[in-house]
């Protein structure tokens, strides 16, 4: 399931808590995919904490508590780890990350939490929703077999990398521009893990992540900056994006561009991916600024430049994505869009 759909259903999962239709989640995924990150957001969105337990860090009394003598009786005392009422909002994440990584021992004493919202004499507060996240058999990871009465208390789901999604995200979080267009050109390195080889770093939406962190630290070192990449995505990918870079010095003037100057469009297809990453970006750098809709309509002008119209389209649908509505207020906007009209009408 691509992450935008995902994130969707764990939405409205959150929000039917508060209706008594919530059911736990179990997420399923390879190492990288970002299933932790996608759960953060969830609790981001709303403004409700995210308690991130890794089980297969635990043992079963971490999970349960203590026992303690009360008069004549034993009691527990759970783990200040797990939300309370009264304590803790009314309102929140309890996310078992690392779910099928933990000991039969330690995933045992979750059945009865995840089910029945209970473990002993806790409790999980009325308003906080449920989630899970494991790697699958297979990728490498430790992982124990699901139990079946565990599985059966879940509603699961498998998250896939998606680039559409992956560069929404990209340029919502400011990651660096070269980036973003080399992924376009080369969409297969998004995601490439196999299991059978035993490399320690591998392309995934994560390790682009430290990439871009790379591109920011290293850039003006030339020397340093190839291995720094291969450091974090790999030897090939690494090779593939230094290369990539080093030939952006024939980019036309971004900011030529956006200050509505003729320039020529680039015929090489990697330099009409990087032109339209970089022009995307400067528009979301203008949001907010007097300039902003000028800026944006002189990049709307220059998509109707562009060789394929194809990128033209790509690049539009990404400064639609972020600028949003008030892009098709822009007079530029209707005379570009009867140009691909017919692209449109074919692609539906």
Excluded at 12 to 23: A, I, Q, Y
Excluded at 48 to 69: T, W
Aim: proline content about 8%; some cysteine; aromatic content about 8%.
């Amino acid at each position: 399931m691509r992450p935008s759909h995902l994130s969707t259903i764990l939405d409205r999962e959150f929000l039917s808590v508060n209706d008594g239709h919530h059911t736990p989640v179990m997420i399923w995924g390879p190492p990288g995919v970002g299933k932790s990150q996608l759960v953060a957001a969830i609790g981001a969105r709303h403004s409700a904490p995210v308690v991130d337990i890794r089980l297969s860090q635990m043992e079963p009394s971490d999970l349960r508590g203590i026992p303690f003598r009360a008069g004549d009786r034993v009691e527990w005392a759970p783990p200040a780890l797990l939300p309370e009422s009264g304590r803790d909002p009314a309102h929140g994440i309890l996310f078992l990350d690392e779910i099928n990584a933990a000991p039969p021992s330690v995933s045992a004493a979750a059945y009865q939490l995840i089910l029945d919202r209970r473990l002993g004499a806790y409790r999980v507060p009325e308003g906080w929703a449920i989630f899970a996240a494991g790697n699958r058999q297979g990728d490498r990871g430790v992982t124990y077999a699901m139990p079946a009465p565990l599985a059966n208390r879940f509603a699961h789901f498998e998250l896939e990398t998606h680039l559409e999604d992956w560069v929404a995200w990209a340029f919502e979080q400011r990651i660096d521009e070269r980036l973003i267009a080399f992924l376009r050109f080369r969409p297969e390195l998004l995601f490439d893990f196999d299991p059978e080889r035993n490399h320690a770093a591998f392309p995934s939406p994560r390790s682009w992540e430290f990439a871009h962190r790379a591109l920011q630290k290293f850039d003006g070192h030339p020397a340093l900056l190839l291995d720094a990449l291969q450091g974090c995505v790999g030897e090939a990918a690494g090779i593939e994006l230094n290369a990539y870079i080093s030939h952006l010095d024939r980019l036309p003037d971004i900011e030529a561009i956006c200050r509505g100057e003729p320039v020529a469009a680039p015929d090489e297809i990697d330099l009409q991916y990087a032109v339209a990453s970089a022009l995307v970006a400067r528009a979301l750098q203008h949001q907010g600024k007097p300039e902003a809709d000028r800026v944006t309509g002189h990049i709307l002008d220059y998509a109707a430049t562009l060789p394929l119209r194809e990128m033209g389209v790509m690049l539009v649908s990404d400064l639609y994505r972020a600028v949003g509505q008030p892009l098709f207020a822009l007079p530029q906007f209707a005379p570009w869009a009867e140009q691909v009209a017919d692209l449109m009408l074919y692609n539906e």
